[in-house]
């Protein structure tokens, strides 16, 4: 699904910054219960789903319910590249990622700090919709 994220013009760090600085703010829903609980209070502003769920009934509910509330819908390839991004990943003191918790779904409540990765995303996300 690399090509819908090429489609909406801005790539999977600009995404990653953004869902970051959402984290910042606890702003960033983890999970079903909390992405359909913050979708279905209208709160959610983007919706990053796993491309490679294998669950329909997961997938149909997240798609309806986004659908009806008017949330953008953005793929990522794997559930582990997700999970990292949103923060559920023990880092070894170098940096880099020791342990990672897949993720299949999360919800942008907030979107944190102004920056050029959410302007890009936020371009992006206007110009699939129209």
Request: glycine content about 6%; proline content about 2%.
């Amino acid at each position: 699904m690399q090509n819908e994220q090429e489609d909406k013009q801005f790539t999977i760090d600009e995404l990653r910054v953004v869902v970051r600085n959402s984290q910042l703010c606890n702003g960033l829903a983890r999970g079903l219960h909390e992405c359909v609980k913050t979708i279905d209070r209208s709160q959610g502003h983007l919706c990053i789903l796993n491309a490679g769920l294998s669950e329909d009934n997961y997938k149909r509910v997240i798609k309806a319910l986004c659908a009806k509330r008017n949330v953008p819908i953005v793929y990522v390839n794997s559930n582990m590249v997700l999970g990292e991004m949103v923060g559920l990943a023990r880092l070894k003191p170098d940096g880099t990622p020791a342990k990672i918790v897949k993720c299949s779904c999360a919800v942008i409540r907030e979107w944190g700090i102004e920056s050029e990765a959410r302007q890009a995303v936020s371009k992006g996300i206007s110009a699939s919709t129209e």
